[in-house]
């Protein structure tokens, strides 16, 4: 009987413990990126730092951008774990393909609480013949 119950107090005491941890979360310097007013079919980049700010790996299963236009690169890459006070970045480029303003985001799937984080990048690409 005192086996048993010395069993259960452990099992509970380790069901606690990992309980307790906070899952992985990204904390990023910024999560929006104007670009201000870009040339024409003069593709722009910038590049987004995050860090894993959770108890527990951060792993990013899929990058997306709302448009053919916009492309991310991971550093590390997909389903690299990223431990906790690690970092990480996303490098987002723009086309800048069509004249007018426009708002772009991309989406990154991950292991977080929330399942999904937005980043946006903005500006305004003006026509270069003028």
Do not use: W
């Not at 700010?53 to 792993?59: K, R, S, V």
């Not at 590390?76 to 708002?103: H, L, Q, W």
């Amino acid at each position: 009987m005192k086996k048993i119950l010395f069993l259960l107090t452990v099992l509970i005491g380790l069901g606690i413990t990992a309980k307790s941890q906070t899952p992985p979360q990204f904390k990023f310097i910024t999560e929006t990126h104007n670009f201000g007013k870009i040339k024409k079919n003069k593709p722009v980049t910038v590049v987004f730092r995050f860090t894993n700010i959770g108890e527990t790996p951060l792993i990013i299963t899929d990058a997306q951008a709302d448009c053919g236009c916009t492309t991310p690169v991971l550093n590390p890459t997909k389903g690299t774990p990223i431990k906790k006070g690690e970092s990480g970045t996303v490098k987002v480029t723009y086309d800048a393909a069509s004249i007018g303003t426009f708002t772009k985001n991309v989406t990154l799937t991950a292991n977080t609480k929330e399942k999904t984080k937005v980043i946006s990048l903005k500006g305004e690409v003006l026509n270069t013949t003028k």
